[in-house]
Antibody, heavy 121, light 107 residues
Framework: QLQLQESGPGLVKPSETLSLTCTVS??????????WGWIRQPPGMALEWIGS???????YYNPSLRSRVTISVDTSKSQFSVKLTYVTAADTAVYYC?????????????WGQGTLVTVSS | DIQMTQSPSSLSASVGDRITISCRAS??????LAWYQQKPGRVPKLLIY???TLQSGVPSRFSGSGSGTDFTLTISTLQPEDVATYYC?????????FGLGTKVEIK
């Protein structure tokens, strides 16, 4: 059974770079039929798709965040990562990693447990 | 970008009631719509995809319908464990977009 787990700092200073990693287990990150995504949820607010990646390295970003986001994959470690530059308090959120099948334009299942990242000095 | 509008934003109903949640797309998205349940402090859980296909393991009291721009999530007999916020998500094209959610409470 596919499982995902986020890791990374819970506190980031304003204007710095947020970096998170998702470790995939119970299946292959190099599956040609899987895409791997990042979704965030500010406290008390709705979900926002950040972007997705395929093991081949193809990336797909939300235009609203494209200028600040980079998603990468490390198949040797069965991990994919997200970097978000020049963060502000508005980037404070629970960050989820999740998987989707067959297309980057699909529903997400499964999800990681989520990790809260707070942007504060 | 296509906007997803959910209504109502919240509702309160009694155990055993039938409830419906609406999700409207600003442009047609065929049946490229999913529904998620997020219980307080928990991870979103996929309930329905392709507008009406129930994810494996999801109770049959949940159902989805619609196509084009108007979609509905129905809980036929509300249970206490259904207290949660429900989100729709469109996935016909980029960007993937979620609705703002509908919070369901028990009277």
């Amino acid at each position: 059974q596919l499982q995902l787990q986020e890791s990374g700092p819970g506190l980031v200073k304003p204007s710095e770079t947020l970096s998170l990693t998702c470790t995939v287990s119970g299946g292959s990150i190099s599956s040609s039929s899987h895409f791997w995504g990042w979704i965030r949820q500010p406290p008390g607010m709705a979900l926002e798709w950040i972007g997705s990646i395929h093991y081949s390295g193809s990336t797909y970003y939300n235009p609203s965040l494209r200028s600040r986001v980079t998603i990468s994959v490390d198949t040797s470690k069965s991990q994919f990562s997200v970097k978000l530059t020049y963060v502000t308090a508005a980037d404070t959120a629970v960050y989820y990693c999740a998987g989707s099948r067959w297309s980057p334009w699909n529903w997400f299942d499964p999800w990681g447990q989520g990790t809260l990242v707070t942007v504060s000095s | 970008d296509i906007q997803m509008t959910q209504s109502p934003s919240s509702l309160s109903a009694s155990v055993g009631d039938r409830i419906t949640i609406s999700c409207r797309a600003s442009q047609g998205i065929s049946n490229f719509l999913a529904w998620y349940q997020q219980k307080p402090g928990r991870v979103p859980k996929l309930l329905i995809y392709a507008a009406s296909t129930l994810q494996s393991g999801v109770p049959s009291r949940f159902s989805g319908s619609g196509s084009g721009t108007d979609f509905t999530l129905t809980i036929s007999t509300l249970q206490p464990e259904d207290v949660a916020t429900y989100y729709c998500q469109k996935y016909n094209s980029a960007p993937l977009t979620f609705g703002l959610g509908t919070k369901v409470e028990i009277k």
